[in-house]
């Protein structure tokens, strides 16, 4: 089968093309899609430390440091995927700036990798659309502490699928919907003074 390829979208490495995986295995974002979530985000991506959940081609984390995020973790649990986007980061001279977990998303969390790079500035999640347990990993995402300040957790997802609500410090403060992807945004809500001392 012939594979294909998606391109970047803006920044320092615009039109350079990422291959997408043959048959069903990834769900890449589409480049309307990913043009779109990027002018929501505009220059908050700017030195932004991120990090790309079910990254399958790696295209929003890559996206992201072409448009100026400072790091960029990738954990995707297929090994062919991981490979590739390892291959991409090499080949586009920013592998420096990026690690790659191939592990699940749910054990990844709680790697001391993940946990090293924190804060996270913005956490991007594409889940496979049937995923059950969505709800899940933002609680294990909120137990991990990895967020800064005020960070975002942007989670893509099928337009039609009712995003879960917000738990703990998150806030749900918007949601976006770009052909079939809905995009939702949880924003890290640090707790107060009058919260710690209860």
């Known amino acids: 089968m012939k594979s294909s390829s998606i391109r970047i979208v803006a ?93 699940d998303v749910s054990l990844a969390i709680q790697n001391s990798i993940l946990v090293g790079w924190r804060p996270f500035d913005m956490i991007f999640m594409d889940p496979p659309y049937r995923l059950p347990n969505v709800q899940q990993i933002l609680h294990h995402l909120e137990e991990a502490d990895v967020m800064a300040p005020n960070g975002r957790i942007i989670y893509e997802h099928f337009h039609k699928t009712i995003p879960p609500a917000p738990l703990g410090n998150w806030s749900l403060i918007r949601t976006a919907r770009y052909g079939d992807a809905g995009f939702t945004f949880y924003q890290h809500i640090p707790p107060t003074e009058e919260d710690s001392d209860r």
Do not use: Y
């Open 11 to 103: 920044g320092q490495l615009k039109g350079r093309t990422i291959p997408t995986l043959p048959g069903r295995t990834t769900r890449p974002t589409s480049q309307r899609a990913r043009e779109a979530l990027f002018s929501i985000i505009g220059e908050q991506i700017r030195n932004a430390t991120v990090a790309d959940l079910f990254a399958g081609t790696g295209a929003v984390g890559l996206e992201a440091l072409s448009r100026g995020a400072t790091k960029a973790l990738f954990i995707e649990q297929n090994p062919l995927a991981g490979a590739r986007i390892q291959q991409m980061l090499t080949q586009f001279k920013i592998s420096s700036l990026s690690r790659v977990l191939i592990e």
